[in-house]
């Protein structure tokens, strides 16, 4: 599947791995628009996509977004005190990849979302400053 240890079995441990060749199942490739390989698709149960990974990362790079991906599937079902952790648990395992200030980001919004608490989008704002500054996602942070 992935030719590093930790995230094959990341990838084993929490998700149902299927691989598509993209010449031996061209059909599957439209359905689901797949533009690039390698594609990581993430998918609710119901079949509908979480996430999308485009293209090679790095082994934390494509962790992070494999936990990224873990949060939306609880704010899929609008379990915001678990996105909430799980997106947490991005900032603390891969703060320097790109998932960190995007989990940052969200993990805001889900503690928004739970709480209606504006005091938290206020707190965000003030943490990109301190940290991430330079990122879109501190830019979309920026008006809070």
């Known amino acids: 599947m ?4 930790p995230v094959s079995n990341f990838i084993s441990q929490q998700f149902v791995p299927v691989r598509i060749h993209i010449k031996e199942q061209p059909t599957m490739w439209k359905r ?13 149960p119901d079949g509908k996509e979480v996430r999308r990974i485009e293209g090679f990362l790095p082994q934390d790079e494509l962790l992070g977004q494999l936990e990224l991906a873990l949060a939306f599937l609880a704010v899929e079902k ?42 938290v989008l206020k707190a965000l704002g003030k943490k990109f400053k301190e940290r991430y500054t330079e990122t879109s996602w501190a830019k979309r942070a920026s008006i809070w």
């Open 32 to 44: 689901f628009n797949v533009r690039w390989t390698p594609t990581v698709l993430v998918l609710a």
């Open 78 to 119: 609008k379990d915001w005190p678990v996105a909430q952790r799980e997106f947490e648990r991005v900032i603390e395992r891969f703060p320097e990849t790109d998932a960190g200030p995007e989990a940052l980001y969200w993990s805001g919004v889900a503690q928004y979302s739970s709480s209606h608490d504006a005091s």
């Open 2 to 5: 992935y030719p590093d240890p």
